[in-house]
């Protein structure tokens, strides 16, 4: 009886240590979504249709025009920040540097950092700053637009997983955070880009989204 | 016999006096320093890094030894107004502008002493006076 128990026991704890597939985690999807039936072959059938991040333009450190199709394919994360920023920058991009050097080599994953001080961030200053960080090639792009564009793509899309506080008035636009997006467009995190343990979570969040199976897009 | 008896005395007082004077300078290091400590995570972390490491070319790491005993008397000016203009730190060169922090002498001498002895440099205590002395001569 004895060793029954035992075998148990132990038959328990291996499966509770067993790399299961079972309860791999998916990360979820954020913003709005609607349902949406559609009729395909006579058979009425729902779909969901994901909030996405919409069309934009701007420029980057090489004076590259970036358009969200520039990003196609693209497992992504973005942030906000601006050069001359002495409080939280320097950490967030301290953390992100980790981000950059792990997936550099890879070809389906960028870094989008858009400059909230557009006015004295121009794309000399941003290459000036891309160098200095010791960022080269297209992993790592710093996009320069109009202001009202930066904040407005900032506050309804990508930071849509992020709740608002309406006491800090477009505060949390530099509020330092990493936003992860999918090839689908899709938002599927926030992290605080000065803790370096919610940076470490995106890394492996990111590992997980590049393994998840290409979705077919409805639309 | 009685010599000597006195002897042993003044000997044993001669040592005790330095052993306590040692551990009072060690005590305000101390002091200094677990002070500083702090003031450094809240003014000085977020560019400089936990271990004094800076960030790639942009801003400087605090682990210069020479830099920091070349220029001992102007640390306290350069965090209190600030600093323009290209350093070389490790044999590289620095040029983006350190914002002013207007920190009060104390809270400067123990920033200091904090900075000049953790990252690998020993520069031993910064004191207030001395801040105050070195102030003056801010240019």
Redesign the interface.
Known sequence: MKKLALGFLVLAMWSACKPGSSDKKTLPIFGSREPVTKIVDGKSVTDTIYQTIPKFKFVNQYGDSISNKSLDGDIYVADFFFTTC???C??M??NM?KVYDAFKSLGDFKIISHTIDPKHDSVPVLKK?A????VTGNTWWFLQGKKEDTYDIAEKNYLVAVKKDSSAAGGYVHAGYFVLIDKQKRVRGAYDGTDPKQVDQMIEDIKSLQSEPDEIITQ | MKLKVIGAISLLLALFFIVSCESETSIEFKRYYSVGAEIYQTHCQ??H?ANGEG?????PPLNDSLFLKNNKSSLACYIKSGLKGTITINGKAFD?AM?ANDLSPMELAQTLTYVCNSFGNKLNVITQEQVQADLAKCK
């Open positions: 002495p409080s939280i320097p950490v991009h301290r540097l700053y160098d200095k960080l010791g | 977020n560019c890094g960030l790639a070319a942009l801003i983006d914002p």
